[in-house]
């Protein structure tokens, strides 16, 4: 079964940085591409990054480009998102996401339960 | 950027309902479209990939369908543990998009 687990949020203050981890289970998490979403409070779902299996490439949605960074470690089946200069536009519900993939062409097909970034002074 | 244009943004019908939701992408996306469902404080649950594969374990009475620019959700029967918000998701690009959410509510 696969099982992710987020950790790593919290609240931070306006120009801070976090970093969050995705712990993976279930899968051959090397084997897999990666994405993380977020969803703001009320609102819908936003995608942020996506890293291939060997970490070899990365995307990025254009309101976090410069400020976000996706990575992974694959001998410890954990994905990551460091986040910088965070503002209240970044306050949300972090999702980590296995991919599901057709070729090069991926979505996000599992979920984690997600975890809460809140900026505020 | 790929924009996705969902409608309607609510919907209100009744159980035993057939309930049809659209997307529209502003350029073409082949089959490259998924459709989640989301339950308040929730994470989003696959129902259809490349438009219209039935993710495993999704009821049959969900269906999708389209290519290019236009896209459907249907729920042939609505069922009491489907109202939720629906979002259609493009993945044709690196950049990926989601329409902007349908919630379903009891009428």
């Known amino acids: 079964e696969v099982q992710l687990l987020e950790s790593g949020g919290g609240l931070v203050q306006p120009g801070g940085s976090l970093r969050l981890s995705c712990a993976a289970s279930g899968f051959t998490f090397s084997n897999s591409a990666m994405n993380w979403v977020r969803q703001a409070p009320g609102k819908g779902l936003e995608w942020v990054s996506a890293?291939?299996?060997?970490?070899?490439?990365?995307y990025y949605a254009d309101s976090v480009k410069g400020r976000f960074t996706i990575s992974r470690d694959n001998s410890k089946n954990t994905l990551f998102l460091q986040i910088d200069s965070l503002g209240a536009e970044d306050t949300a519900v972090y999702y980590c996401a296995k991919s599901g993939c057709s070729g090069d062409t991926c979505y996000s097909r599992f979920w984690g339960q997600g975890t809460l970034v809140t900026v505020s002074s | 950027d790929i924009q996705m244009t969902q409608s309607p943004s609510t919907l209100s019908a009744s159980v035993g309902d057939r309930v049809t939701i659209t997307c529209r992408a502003s350029q073409s996306i082949s089959s490259w479209l998924a459709w989640y469902q989301q339950k308040p404080g929730k994470a989003p649950k696959l129902l259809i990939y490349e438009a219209s594969s039935l993710e495993s374990g999704v009821p049959s009475r969900f269906s999708g369908s389209g290519s290019g620019t236009e896209f459907t959700l249907t729920i042939s029967s609505l069922q009491p543990d489907d109202f939720a918000t629906y979002y259609c998701l493009q993945y044709n690009s690196y950049s990926e998009t989601f329409g902007q959410g349908t919630k379903v509510e009891i009428k």
């Open positions: 890293i291939s299996g060997d970490g070899d490439s990365t």
